[in-house]
């Protein structure tokens, strides 16, 4: 959580972007009702001068905006900001959708309309994470499973020697796999220690940013690290092992 000249704790900071002004404004009372700071901004441009300006702990982007479209704004965001948490707010049900968003660099993902408490909730779990520089202890040792070796001092993912950038959500869905490394995590606890709660909607999400990891991380199926195991979760394997088909969590 930042904090101000005397020491004391700020609320975290809110970016809401929306072109739908009403919306905008109801999303800034429940936002200040839940003791965050709502920075509002109604157009791409309006929302990275506030990126700048603001260093927002959490960001709401909708889909639907000229000049540009939510999509672009998602990557210009996540380009700026590598670990900036993204929830997309949007009317846009199509699963199409939902897999672009999420590929962009978005976090989550929630559709309108929405329960206020619901979404008031996943916020404030995205902020809180946001506000973190490391979820983890400085001193935290480095992990090693096959070619994959993670620092969590720096979020530095290094694959056969090449070093990579990890986002936020990447950096914890991994290091929870790798902590606990041939052993099966289930999807459950996936969605709570990662995105900080686990409902149905959240699943899919889940499987999206998996598939994202994977493809970051070229874990194709015949060189397989990341195991899917049907109806219950995950296992990262000790060694690479073929897989034969794709599976959903």
Do not use: C
């Not at 609320?11 to 072109?19: E, M």
């Not at 506030?50 to 905006?65: K, T």
């Not at 672009?72 to 897999?99: F, N, S, W, Y």
């Amino acid at each position: 959580m930042q904090r101000s000249e005397n020491g004391g704790a700020l609320a975290s900071r809110v970016l809401l972007v929306d072109d739908d002004r009403d919306l905008l404004d109801l999303l800034a009372f429940l936002v200040g009702q839940a003791g965050l700071v709502p920075i509002q901004a109604t157009t791409p441009a309006e929302a990275l001068r506030a990126l700048e300006r603001e260093d927002p702990s959490v960001a709401v982007v909708d889909l639907n905006m000229g000049p540009w479209d939510g999509f672009e704004l998602i990557a210009e965001l996540r380009r700026r900001r590598t670990m900036l948490p993204i929830l997309v707010l949007t009317g846009r049900q199509a699963v199409d959708d939902k897999v672009r968003a999420l590929d962009m660099g978005a976090d989550d993902y929630v559709v309108k309309p929405f329960a206020h408490r619901e979404l008031v909730a996943r916020i404030r779990a995205h902020a809180r994470r946001g506000e973190l520089k490391t979820d983890l202890a400085p001193a935290q040792a480095v992990l090693e499973v096959g070619r994959l070796r993670l620092d969590p001092s720096d979020r530095t993912l290094r694959i056969s020697g090449e070093v990579m950038r990890l986002t936020g959500t990447e950096f914890r869905l991994l290091y929870l796999l790798m902590r606990n490394s041939d052993s099966v995590v289930p999807t459950g606890a996936l969605a709570k220690h990662v995105w900080g709660y686990d409902d149905a909607s959240v699943r899919e999400v889940v499987r999206v940013t998996v598939h994202r990891l994977r493809r970051k991380i070229g874990d194709q199926a015949e060189r397989r690290l990341i195991h899917t195991v049907p109806g219950v979760g995950l296992r990262l394997r000790l060694e690479e092992q073929p897989e034969a088909t794709e599976r959903s969590l």
